[in-house]
């Protein structure tokens, strides 16, 4: 059985960090491109930045700068450091992992940006 648990979300200050995990089981982790996405209320999930399996990477132009993404394959975890939040910023944080046609998702931790 497959899952994604994430954690590290929570209620933060304008200027702020977090660092966001995500725990993988029942993957062969390292070969799965990992990903995180967001989603904030009345608007559509939207790709926050991704990792593949040779750790290269790409970050959503709104991020760039500001978060990190990165991959401890001996933890089969990915992180997401996240920096100079903003209000914006606000939304439900969804890991994915995907390889060829397998596509799984975690449940979602809620970071909110607010003074």
């Known amino acids: 059985q497959v899952q994604l648990v994430e954690s590290g979300g929570g209620l933060v200050q304008p200027g702020e960090s977090l660092r966001l995990s995500c725990a993988a089981s029942g993957i062969n982790f390292s070969i799965f491109t990992m990903g995180w996405y967001r989603q904030a209320p009345g608007n559509e999930r939207e790709l926050v930045a991704f990792i593949r399996s040779d750790r290269s990477t790409y970050y959503t132009f709104s991020v760039k700068g500001r978060f990190t993404i990165s991959r401890d394959n001996a933890k089969n975890t990915v992180y997401l450091q996240m920096s100079s939040l903003k209000p914006e910023d606000t939304a439900v944080y969804y890991c994915?992992?995907?390889?060829?046609?397998?596509?799984?998702w975690g449940q979602g931790t809620q970071v909110t940006v607010s003074s």
């Open positions: 994915n992992a995907v390889r060829l046609g397998d596509d799984y």
